[in-house]
């Protein structure tokens, strides 16, 4: 009688493709992310450097949310990475005037610096922790998103009702759901949840882009930076 390998050759054949196929999403992701990152800080610079009205910000962001259903919608053409790079470009440069304001604070530019420390530990920290342990961390993503809708309605709440202890909650919600997106996109990638690198990079950006400005916000409330 012939012994028969337990694993027949396509199924240990498709496991090779999956995790190859895995593996190369994650590369791309991660070079897309660097460069588009970079490119943010280009454009923030480019804004800074021109002092721009906060009002300005204000349209920037918007025009942005309006290129996030544009860089969807193309995520799977040759249009997706240009759609990417306007989508963040713009984005970056709305960070412009909130920079200016905190950089015109008492240590300003040392809290901006640790903001950025602080989102560089948490997101390369959280996703070592993720790409290490290879947990399936989906099951957090019903609980993320109430998270995250709570925390948008309490902020357009707290527009009206100018609440600062509100505020610095709101803040510490969201930098906690940031991080907790963090695992959960990390993990979509590792289990192929998502295949697409374009529509992962801007998952990831978003919670970077949000972790810092929220984190910004505590550091200089917390400094008394921000009164």
Same mark, same amino acid.
């Given at each position: ?109 040392? &809290? $901006?610096?640790?903001?950025?420390? =602080?989102? +560089?530990?948490? !997101?390369? *920290?959280?996703? @070592?922790?993720? #790409? /290490? ?14 998270? &995250? $809708?709570?925390?948008?309605?309490? =902020?357009? +709440?707290?527009? !009206?009702? *100018?609440?600062? @202890?509100?505020? #610095? /909650? ?21 289990? =192929? ?35």
């Amino acid at each position: 009688m012939s012994n028969k390998p337990v694993f027949s050759s396509s199924t240990s054949s498709l496991g090779i493709g999956d995790i190859v196929s895995t593996n190369k999403v994650l590369k791309n992701t991660y070079m897309l992310l660097g460069m588009t990152l970079a490119f943010s800080a280009v454009t923030a610079s480019i804004t800074m450097a021109l002092n721009l009205p906060h009002m300005f910000a204000l349209v920037l962001m918007l025009v942005g949310f309006g290129l996030l259903f544009v860089v969807n919608r193309m995520a799977d053409t040759a249009k997706g990475l240009p759609a990417i790079f306007a989508f963040t470009g713009v984005m970056g440069a709305s960070l412009g005037p909130t920079l200016n304001y905190y950089v015109a604070l008492p240590g300003g530019p040392s &809290l $901006i610096m640790q903001a950025l420390g =602080g989102t +560089a530990i948490v !997101f390369f *920290g959280l996703s @070592a922790y993720a #790409l /290490t342990t290879r947990k399936d961390f989906s099951y957090m993503g019903g609980f993320l998103m109430v998270g &995250l $809708i709570v925390a948008i309605v309490a =902020g357009i +709440a707290n527009i !009206f009702l *100018g609440i600062p @202890a509100l505020s #610095l /909650t709101i803040s510490a919600a969201i930098v906690m759901v940031m991080s907790g997106l963090i695992l959960f996109d990390t993990s979509r990638i590792i289990h =192929g949840g998502e295949t697409n690198y374009i529509r992962a990079t801007v998952s990831l950006y978003l919670n970077i882009y949000n972790l810092f400005l929220n984190l910004l916000h505590l550091l200089t409330a917390l400094t008394g930076g921000d009164d």
